[in-house]
Each structure stands twice: as structure tokens, then as C-alpha cells.
């Protein structure tokens, strides 16, 4: 393990499902690919619609993730906080934004995009294997919550 891998900066990286398993060594790698971006309160890191490009790594702050009614009503479907991720799903089926990300409070985060998880896929192939697997169990884990919540709201609508 060398000194570098072994520098506080790259603590916060390991915390995230996204990155489990990865060794020391391999952290540099991924660090090399982030960007990091700020957001003030309020402000929108990404809009409903828009082309999915990048997933976010919150290191500091809150969002709130909302989803547009074809009426235009915004519901917030999850908050997300620092030592989280959102934005997976457009790394894996490149589709447009299925919700908006608006920042809670002032807001940093780091990016991943689909280029450069392509770049890790030509490079170090092992690994982008562990982060695409990484990024299944997470999708996998919020849906499993996202059914048991849809199926307690259905049972607390039966008529006795």
C-alpha cells in the first residue's frame, strides 16, 4: 500500500456501496476520473428529462430527488445525503433523467460519467466490473425498499 493510496482524501471514497471491495491501490484510479462540482441551496444538479450523463457522490450536503406529474406537480421521492450516491441509473441504461436532483443546502459532490466509467472499462476492466456490480446491488437495494413502501401504502389502502 503506498502513501499516497493511504491519505485521509481517499476515506470518504470507501464509505460509498458504489466503491466496496475496492483495494487501496485501485482508489487513485477512480479518483483520477472524478469531478468535483458545487451546488447552493436550491439549485438544480439535474432536471427530469435531461440526457443522463454522470452520477453524483454527495460529500457534503443534501438533495432532494423529485419526480414531475405530467401536471407539473413535484414529489419528492428520496432524500440523499452526504456519504451517498444518485444518479446510478443513467450510468447503466444511459437513458434521460427519470427525476429532477434539487440541493437541500449548499451542496459538493463528486461526478462520474458514463465517458469516463467507459475510460475505466478499456483500462482496468476488473474494476469496472466491481463498480458495475456495486451499482446492480444499489439499484437492487433502493428498489426492495421502493416495493416494500409501495406494498404497505397498498395494504394500508384495503378496505377491512
Not at 438533495?63 to 445525503?81: F, H, M, P
Amino acid at each position: 500500500m503506498t502513501k499516497e493510496a493511504q491519505s485521509p482524501r481517499y476515506q470518504p471514497l470507501q464509505s460509498y456501496a458504489l466503491f466496496g471491495g475496492v483495494s487501496d491501490d485501485e482508489l487513485p484510479v477512480i479518483e483520477s476520473l472524478l469531478k468535483t462540482e458545487h451546488f447552493a441551496t436550491g439549485e438544480y444538479l439535474c432536471h427530469q428529462g435531461d440526457p443522463g450523463d454522470r452520477l453524483f457522490l454527495i460529500l457534503s450536503g443534501s438533495v432532494e430527488i423529485l419526480s414531475e406529474s405530467a401536471n407539473g406537480e413535484l414529489t419528492c421521492l428520496a432524500v440523499r445525503k452526504q456519504g451517498e450516491s444518485i444518479g446510478e441509473m443513467t450510468l447503466i441504461d444511459i437513458q434521460n433523467r427519470s427525476a429532477s436532483i434539487r440541493a437541500l443546502e449548499k451542496v459538493t459532490v463528486r461526478s462520474l460519467s458514463h465517458f469516463d466509467l467507459q475510460q475505466l472499462y478499456e483500462s482496468h476492466q476488473q474494476l469496472f466490473i466491481l463498480i458495475i456490480m456495486n451499482i446492480a446491488r444499489e439499484i437492487s437495494r433502493r428498489l426492495r425498499t421502493m416495493n416494500a413502501l409501495l406494498c404497505s401504502a397498498l395494504y394500508d389502502q384495503k378496505i377491512p
